[in-house]
């Protein structure tokens, strides 16, 4: 069974500048997170959906992060304009459910690096 | 106060000895607790979940939980140069939906 995939791998961008990253979770998987990790620090979530749902968005910083995931498979997660401290791994989650027992598998990551 | 804490480490134990990785949560409505490592420039991979007190084995891994104490802790026992990674304590709460808090990790080091 293949893993959540996640592109692209790496990413460098000068500040001002858009930058999306995309993921696709493991199949089946309706739920899907987006988690920000800085360096020596554990994943921090960002958005979760449910299907094509955000049901916890409260930590995305709306002035500049959108995220989408239109038919509840794929996801795009966008910066716009993306600042020196966005600089990050950004990792995408999937899981089979939401209970207490839901296990999340975590994509590579996407490492940002903004100059 | 921050909802996981770990200590960063590094922890250094020698080949084959027993690693003890320890982990401490604030909110007393903890559902169920996990484990993951992380290689350097790697993503998290889940190695153990543990939902009632006590303990739970897997080959050379061991989780304890104890919600009294509001402690979850993971044995790694003869230890190897390949466990050499961070270890990562997550806790799921309920607070009207489900949550997963993770620790910041801590960094293991295994001596050959």
């Known amino acids: 069974e293949a893993g959540v995939v996640q592109s692209p791998r790496y990413k460098i961008i000068e500040k001002k500048q858009p930058v999306a990253f995309w993921c696709n979770p493991i199949?089946?998987?309706?739920?899907l997170y987006w988690y920000l990790q800085n360096l020596g620090q554990g994943p921090e979530l960002l958005i979760r959906?449910?299907?094509?749902?955000?049901?916890?968005d409260s930590q995305l910083p709306k002035d500049r992060f959108s995220a989408e995931r239109l038919k509840g498979v794929d996801s795009t997660l966008k910066i716009q304009p993306a600042e020196l401290g966005d600089s990050a791994v950004y990792l995408c989650?999937?899981?089979?459910?939401?209970?207490?027992?839901?296990?999340?598998?975590f994509g590579p990551g996407t490492r940002l690096l903004v100059l | 106060q921050k909802e996981v804490e770990q200590n960063s480490g590094p922890l250094s134990v020698p080949e084959g000895a027993i690693a003890s990785l320890n982990c401490t949560y604030s909110?007393?409505?903890?559902?169920?607790f996990f484990w993951y490592r992380q290689y350097s420039g790697k993503s998290p991979e889940l190695i153990m979940s543990?939902?009632?007190?006590g303990d739970k084995e897997d080959g050379r891994f061991t989780a304890q939980l104890n919600k009294a104490s509001q402690y979850v802790s993971l044995l790694i026992r003869d230890s190897q140069p390949s466990d050499s990674a961070t270890y990562l304590c997550?806790?799921?709460?309920?607070?009207?939906?489900?949550?997963?808090?993770f620790g910041a990790g801590t960094r293991l080091f295994v001596k050959a």
């Open positions: 989650a999937s899981s089979t459910g939401t209970g207490y027992q839901e296990t999340q598998y």
């Open positions: 199949s089946g998987h309706n739920t």
């Open positions: 959906y449910e299907n094509e749902e955000a049901v916890d």
């Open positions: 909110d007393r409505v903890s559902q169920s």
């Open positions: 543990i939902y009632s007190n």
């Open positions: 997550a806790v799921r709460i309920h607070t009207g939906g489900f949550k997963t808090i």
